[in-house]
C-alpha cells in the first residue's frame, strides 16, 4: 500500500516543506532506539544545542528542541512569553500567518491584526504608527513571519527592529522563522528578536519531528512570569534538565538527535552563508524562468522576493490545483497549491532546502511540460533558459571538488 | 562524535522505553520526505486510522496521531475533555502518574490526588469511596496509568469501570496506556474508556515522535464544550482535516507514517493476543529470574505484576543507579534506573516490544553478571535457569517456520 | 573522508554503469547477514530464478546469478560452453567488446576478430561470408554485444540468429547484454540466443554485485563437454546445488537477494514492456538534444542508435575528458568519459535504469551549461526544448496515480 | 515473501558466516551507486589498500579486493601463483580444506593430499616428511587453512613456517583464512605466508561481496610467470590499474567499499587485538559451556580449539541437524550443520564477527533449551553459568565509557 502512487524514477520534491533529505541525514537516521538516560544522549545534546545557535546567529539565546511541528514551536513561542489577554501585533499577509493568528486568538491574547493583500510583505508604516501611539506600552509583542511561505513574501525584520528602537519601545518581537531559517539571512542577536522558531523539515531538511525555537535572555525572563497555561511546550522544564545536565523533561527521537547532528555537519561544511548564498542563486534563476514564461509572480515587489518559495500566478482561464496535480499525475513532480485566498490563483515552486542548480532546472523544465499541459502556450526550455544563463554566470565550483 | 561511546556488538537496550524498533520498521523509515498534501499521504492516514483502533480493541473510538510524546499525549487528553477547575479524581503510585498529576495541576484542574505507597497500585477502594460521595458528580475525570513505569505496577481497569456503573458515575475514565497498549491486555470499549493513549516508542517499537490518543464518542462529546486552551493539541483540528479528507492540521512526519505502517504490519503479522502473550511469557520468565536471585520485585502484590517492566529491588548496600551504569559501562546493556521515590533502590528490566526469548536471557544472563560485580553474592546461571526453565516450557513454535 | 567530495543536493549519475538505484531497493538491502542455509535463502532464491528468467524473455533458459561482476559474467559464458583452441567470431566495436575479446584471446581461444569502425555495429555481412565458408563447423561460437557500452551502439541480433539459420550453422550464440537487458528490447527464446548475460549494477539498478547469466539448453549441453577450467563459475556446481534444492555452492550475498527481489517486484510493476518504452522515449529526447546542440553522435547510422547510452562527439578543439571533469566539479554531474579510440572525442550520457523525463531534462541542462563552460558554443535551454518538446508529446500518465 | 519466515525479535546469527554486520556497517552502505571513475572512488580504494593491509599485518604485501566470494579468492590465489601440473601439498582436515582441494584438482595440479581425521589438526609431521623428501623441490605449493570452518579446528602456521625454514625450501605458503583473519592472530610478514585471504562477511562483518587476497612480494613475482589460464582473477589487471592510478579493472560494488570503510574504522577503533582477545574470550567461554553439558568439543585437542566456530558433538541418539532445525524454528537462533562427514554428528556455533557476551551467553542459553528440547538432558543454566563465570572475569570495561 505504501508503494500504490509508485512511479519510475526520482520523485521530484519542491513543496516548500517537508524539503528534499541528504542522504546524509537519511543514513545517520536509519537507527535503533536508545536509552536516552544513558550519558551519550545528554553529552549529544549539550552539543547540539551550541551548534543550534549558529543557524540562528546568537551567542546569547537559549535552544528548545521540542518533539512537535512548526506549529507547536508557534504555541511554545507564545505561550512561553505571553499571558493571556496581552495584546499582540500580527501581520495578516498569508495563509501560514493567518493560521498562526488564528493560535494567537484561540490561546487568548489580544491580537491586533494588521493586514496586507496577499502577496505583500508585513505593513510596517501601520506598525510604526501603532508603536508610536502606544506610550503606555500596552503592545507586549509583535508576532510576524519572516518568510511567508504560502506568498513567497520574505518581510524585513532589520525595519522591525529599528521601529522598536526609534520608538523605544518594550514589545518582544516573535519571529516564525519556519520557512527562512537556515535558508534566508537571519542573524537573532544583531537584529533583536527574541523569540524565533523553524521546523525540521524545512530549510534543515530533516524529516517533520522538532520544533526549534532560540529564545533570547528577555524572552527567558519574560517567560518566567507569562502566565498561559503550558506543560508540553513550557520552556521551564527544559531549563530544569538542562541544569540537571539530563537534558530532556521526556523522551526525544533519538533518531532526529543524530539527523540533526548530521544535518549540521552539512551545513557548517558548506558554510551556512554558501547555503544562503545557495538559495539566492536557485530563488533568482526560479524567478528569471517565471519572467521568462511570461508569468507573474505573487510578490508584488522585489523587496519582498522570497528564495525559499515562489508562488507563480496562473492567467485566470488555468487553475493552479491542476497544474499541482497534472504535476504528480504525469512528471511525478510535487509543486505547492494555492492556499485560501490564493488558492487556484497560483501554484508554488519551493526552492529551499538540501537541493542543487541541476535538479531545480530538471523541476523547470518540468513545470514548463506541464503548463503546456494545461493550456498555457509557453515556450518550452525559456525558462530553463533563463535560469540557466543566470546559474551558468554565478554557479561556483564545487569547493571539496578542486 | 555521535559514536564515542560505542561497543562491540549489539546494546542490549531493556529500558521500558525507548525500545528496541524493528529491522523492517528502521527500513520504512529510511526515507525521504513526501509531499502530505498529495493525494498518496492522506490515503495511507486513512488506512493506518482504521488499523490503529484495533490495538486499542475499539470501533467507535476516534484516533489522533499527534506529533508528539506521551507528555503531549497526556496533554491532548486532559484539555480537550476538560475545563480549568474541573475536578479530576487522580492516582499517584509512581513517578509516572506523579508527572501526571502535576501536569493535570499546571493546566488548571482541580486534582484530588489519591496516593498509594510506590509499588502498589491505584487504591480503588478510595475510588469507591469518592464516587459514593459524590452525587452531585463534581468528578468530572477519572486518570489512571494502566501501567506504571516507575514501578512495574498494571492496574486493574476494570475495576474503575464496574465501579462508575455501579455509582452510575458520568466521569470520564482517561487512561494512560503509554507502557501497556500494545503490549498488555487492553480493551478501549470493553472496558468504557474514554481517552486512551501511549507513545510511539513504547510497545509500538517505533521511534518517538507519534502520541497516539484514542477518543471515545464521550470524549469527543466533551471536546465540544471543554474550555482549556488549546491549539496544537486541539482534536478540532483534525476532526476538520479528516472530514475534509486531507487528514492532517499540519506536516506529519512522514517517516513515522511508513514506520507505523510497517510496526502494524507486525504485530497484526503475530497478533495482537500473540503479542500479549509473548510480554506474560517474557515478564513472568523476568521475575522467576528475580526470584531465583533472592531479589524483590519492587511490586508488593501479584494482582499488579507488570508483563512490561520489572522494577528490582536491591539490598540496602547496592545502589541500583550503580547497577545501571555498570551495566551500561561493562556489558553494553541498557537498564532503567530507580526513578525519585525509589532512587537507588530499584533498577528496571523493560521486556516490552519486539523482543523475544533469547534476546531476554542474554539482559537476564548480564544482569546476573552485574550484581556480582557490584556486590550482590547472586549464583551465576540461577536466574536464567528459572527463566529458561519458564521459556522452555511455554514458548511456542515459531508459525512461519513449521 | 567517504564524504569529502561532497557537494549540495542530489548527485547527478549518468553514466552508463553503475546506475540510479531505487530508493526501494536501497531499503530493502539496508540488512543484516542471514543464514543462506535456513530454508528461507533457498526458497527465496527459486522464486527469483524464476523471475530472472522473465527478463531475459525466455521460458527454457537456466539461470546463474554468481557474486561476481559483468567480466566474470563473460568468464562464465565463455569457459562453461567452450573449450581452449575453439574458433570464435568476435565483433570489435568499442572498447568492451575490445575487453571481451581480450579475455577470449587469454582464456585461449582462437577468436576470429571482426572489427568495425567506433560508432558503427558488428558487421554482419563479414559474419555472413565466414559462415557460408563454415562448412566445416569450425566456428564453434559467435561473441556479440547486444549493446556497446563504449559507444553507444545497438546490434541487431535477429540478424544473426537469421543468419544461422540460413547457414544451418549450429554455433552457439554468446550475447553481452550488460548494458541491454532490462533497457532494450531482448528475447532469449525468440532469438535463439544460447547465452545472455547481465550485470546488476546495470538497467536492473542494483549495486555491483550479481553477474546474472541466462543458458539456453544447447548452452548447458555443451558446458558438459566443455573444456575450459573452471570452478568459482562453473555451472555445474550450481546445478548440483540447484538439484540438492539447497541452491548456493558458496555464500550468496543475502542483501543482494533482497536487493533483487525489490528491483525485479519494480520492473514487474512498470511492465517491462513500458521500461523498455521508457529507455526509448529517454534515449531519443537525448539524441534530440545532441542535435539541437549542433554536435553529433557517435553512433554513424539510426539503426545502431542506443536508447542507453549516447556518445556524444566533441568538436576538436573541445577535450571531452575535460566536458566529463567539469561537469563534476560545477555541476555534481556524473558523465560518461570516451574510452581508448575516442578516449577525449566523446563523452557519453548514460540514460538507463531507475530514471525519468525530469532527471534526465536536468542532466541535459547541466550538459549545456558544461558546454558552454567549456567554450562550446551551445545556445542554453536548445537540447532541454528539443527533448521536452519529444517528452511532452509521450510520456504517459502515472497509471499508479491516475 | 522476503518475510515469510520472520519471527519476533531479533535472530541470534551464529553460523560461522555469513555473521552479524554493526549497524555501523549497515548505515554506510545504504547509498547510491557513484562512478567509480570519479576522482573519489580511486582515492578511497588507496587508503582502503593500505588499511587493509593491518589486518593481514604486512607492510610488504599486496591487496586486493576482487568482486567474489571465499570461493573465488581460493581461485585467485591458486591460479595467480601455479601452473597446472604444479605440485601442492594441500591438508584435508574438514569440508572447507575439502573444498579447496577439490578445487585445486580441477583447476588441474597435482594435489598431495594429507589427510587427518575430522576434528584434528593438519598433519605437519607428513609435511616435514615430505618436506625433507623433496630435495628437487617438485613442491610448488603448500596450501593450508588457517581455521578449518567445518570443525572448529586451527592450525598453528608458524610451525609451516619453521618446517620450509628448516628445509630451505622455497615452496609457497597459501593460506585460506575465511574464518580467521580479523578474529584469530594472523601475521602475514612474521610467518611469512605468501598468500592469504579472506571473505568479507566473515570475521571482517560485511555482507558476502569481496574476496580479499594479499600477496607477499615473491606471490607476486611468481604470479608473472603462473600458466593458470585466468582473467577476472588476473592480479595482472589490477596491478596495471593500481598503477595508473584508475585502481579498478572493472566495476566494484561502491556500497561494499564504504562498508568496509566503516567496518575497517570499528576494527581500529577497537584495536586489532583487543578483538582477537573478545574472539579468544567467547571462544573460551563457549567451550567451557560445552563442557558444562557434559558434551564434546569436535576439536580433539585444546592446541586447535577454533575462538571463531565451535562444533558440538551431539550424543548418538541425537541428530545435529535436529538441533539447527529446532533452534531456528522454536527460537529464532541460527547454529551452523554439521557437514559432510560429521554431518548429524555435530552442531556448530560460529562466534566470530561483531559480538560480544551478552549475544553469545543469550544463544547459549538457547542451545540448552534446544538440547532439551531434542532430548539431551542438559540442566538448564549450567552452561550460560559456566560461560558467565568466565566472562565475568574477563571482560574488560568498555573504553569509551569509562
Request: glycine share 8%; hydrophobic share 40%.
Amino acid at each position: 500500500m505504501a508503494d500504490y502512487v509508485n512511479a519510475p524514477g526520482r520523485t521530484h520534491l519542491f513543496v516548500p516543506g517537508p524539503v528534499n533529505i541528504p542522504d546524509q541525514v537519511i543514513r545517520a537516521m536509519s537507527r535503533q532506539n536508545e536509552d536516552y538516560r544513558s550519558p551519550a544522549i545528554p553529552a549529544m545534546t549539550k552539543i547540539l544545542l551550541e551548534d543550534v545557535k549558529k543557524i540562528f546567529k546568537t551567542t546569547t539565546g537559549t535552544i528548545f528542541m521540542i518533539p512537535t511541528t512548526g506549529t507547536g514551536a508557534w504555541e511554545s513561542a507564545l505561550t512561553n512569553t505571553l499571558s493571556p489577554g496581552d495584546r499582540v501585533v500580527s501581520f495578516l499577509i498569508g495563509q501560514f500567518s493567518l493560521l498562526w493568528i488564528d493560535q494567537q486568538q484561540r490561546l487568548g491574547f489580544n491580537v491586533d491584526v494588521v493586514e496586507s493583500e496577499w502577496g505583500r510583505g508585513a505593513d510596517l508604516d501601520v506598525l510604526e504608527a501603532k508603536l508610536r501611539a502606544d506610550a503606555a506600552h500596552t503592545i507586549k509583542a509583535i508576532a510576524i513571519v519572516h518568510n511567508e511561505t504560502a506568498t513567497g513574501v520574505t518581510n524585513d525584520l532589520t525595519k522591525v527592529r529599528r521601529l522598536l528602537d526609534t520608538y523605544r519601545h518594550p514589545a518582544l518581537v516573535l519571529v516564525d522563522g519556519v520557512s527562512s531559517i537556515c535558508a534566508l539571512d537571519f542573524r537573532m542577536d544583531e537584529w533583536g528578536v527574541d523569540v524565533a522558531l523553524t521546523g525540521s523539515q524545512k530549510a534543515l531538511s530533516l524529516p517533520t519531528g522538532l520544533g526549534i525555537i532560540c529564545a533570547s535572555p528577555k524572552a527567558i525572563e519574560a517567560s518566567k512570569t507569562a502566565k498561559s497555561r503550558r506543560v508540553f511546550f513550557d520552556w521551564k522544564d527544559y531549563l530544569k534538565f538542562y541544569k540537571l545536565g539530563t537534558m530532556w523533561p521526556y523522551t526525544p527521537s533519538i533518531q532526529m538527535l543524530y539527523g540533526l547532528r548530521a544535518a549540521l555537519d552539512l551545513l557548517f561544511e558548506e558554510g551556512l552563508d554558501n547555503v544562503i548564498k545557495r538559495h539566492n542563486r536557485l530563488g533568482t534563476a526560479t524567478r528569471l524562468a517565471v519572467e521568462a514564461w511570461g508569468l507573474k509572480n505573487c510578490t508584488q515587489k522585489e523587496e519582498w522576493f522570497s528564495d525559499t518559495v515562489t508562488a507563480v500566478v496562473v492567467p485566470p482561464y488555468i487553475d493552479g490545483g491542476e497544474v499541482v496535480k497534472h504535476a504528480w499525475k504525469r512528471y511525478n513532480l510535487s509543486l505547492g497549491l494555492g492556499l485560501n485566498k490564493v488558492a487556484g490563483k497560483v501554484f508554488r515552486i519551493g526552492h529551499l532546502g538540501y537541493l542543487n542548480e541541476l535538479q531545480l532546472l530538471g523541476c523547470l523544465s518540468g513545470v514548463e511540460m506541464v503548463l503546456r499541459d494545461v493550456g498555457y502556450p509557453v515556450k518550452l526550455g525559456s525558462g530553463v533558459a533563463a535560469a540557466a544563463s543566470y546559474l551558468s554566470n554565478t554557479t561556483p565550483m564545487i569547493e571539496s571538488r578542486l
